[in-house]
């Protein structure tokens, strides 16, 4: 049996005559000598009107809704969160001032490069403000991603099933094309440590995290400081420190907590 493209040529002789750019989009079509006059069309183009036609997302974008899909079901946030903006954050100290006006100039200045560094105690506002960062950033059309650390680590190690759906190495290339990674509570995981006391795999995965996103933007909140966070990390912990406050603005929360007003 002839294949239907020699059954076409068959019933339907067509001559090619020249070909022809498209104007739209550059690519090559064949133009062909038919009984209506010289005839042709860039199946390219064609294919992009019956997609837009039909309502049907084409590849790309339907590439761009799979990486979104898949980024945000790694995004878990508190019901106290999910509503807040910049706007809403109501700083009562110098220091959450000059947080609020970091993180407004932040969004507004965006490069995709430069990153912040909250610190404090509980109940200050450093999750609020970089969970309102995440949200503005991603209706402008950016890929971010809020993760608590200790989430961050709980997804990893169940990679490490053998019924796992999602392996490591997915996790990380996700990470690496984040145009913003928002990691909350820095330091706030528990992992059994090793014989000289240092949470070895906890220290390798994060020194992991920060270095494979150096020059890329970054938000952490953290309860620790400096100093607690390299004690806390052992041999990797100047390590992680250095590649955390790359290109980072450090602000240092003061002031009560904002949740002791319930009571």
Same mark, same amino acid.
């Given at each position: 049996m002839n294949a239907i493209d020699s059954i076409l040529k068959d019933t339907f002789p067509l001559k090619e005559y =020249?070909?022809?750019e498209c104007d739209h989009c550059g690519r090559i079509f064949k133009l062909y000598e038919t009984s209506k006059g010289i005839m042709g069309a860039c199946k390219y183009c064609a294919d992009q009107q019956l997609l837009r036609d039909l309502n049907i997302p084409a590849k790309e974008e339907r590439e761009k809704l799979k990486e979104r899909n898949f980024i945000a079901t790694f995004e878990r946030v508190t019901n106290d969160l999910k509503h807040v903006t910049i706007g809403s954050y109501n700083p009562k100290e110098k220091s959450q001032i000059q947080a609020k006006q970091a993180a407004t100039k932040y969004i507004k200045c965006f490069d995709g490069i430069k990153s912040l560094v909250f610190s404090g105690a509980c109940g200050l506002g450093k999750s609020h403000l970089s969970f309102a960062i995440t949200k503005e950033l991603r209706q402008k059309g950016y890929k971010t991603l809020y993760i608590k650390v200790t989430d961050l680590f709980d997804y990893i190690k169940n990679t490490y099933n053998p019924q796992a759906r999602i392996s490591e190495t997915q996790i990380f290339k996700m990470?690496?094309? !984040?145009?913003?990674?928002?990691?909350?509570?820095?330091? =706030?995981?528990y992992v059994k440590t090793n014989e000289y006391g240092y949470e070895s795999w906890a220290s390798d995965v994060?020194?992991?995290?920060?270095?494979?996103? !150096?020059?890329?933007?970054?938000?952490?909140?953290?309860?620790? =400081?400096?100093?607690? !966070?390299?004690?806390?990390?052992?041999?990797?912990g100047e390590r992680i420190m250095d590649r955390m406050m790359d290109l980072a603005i450090a602000i240092r929360f003061e002031g009560e907590s904002y949740r002791k007003e319930r009571f």
């Open positions: =020249s070909e022809k990470i690496d094309r !984040l145009d913003l990674l928002v990691l909350d509570d820095v330091g =706030s995981e994060l020194y992991k995290v920060f270095d494979m996103r !150096l020059n890329k933007a970054t938000v952490c909140t953290t309860n620790y =400081s400096e100093t607690k !966070l390299i004690q806390k990390y052992g041999n990797n």
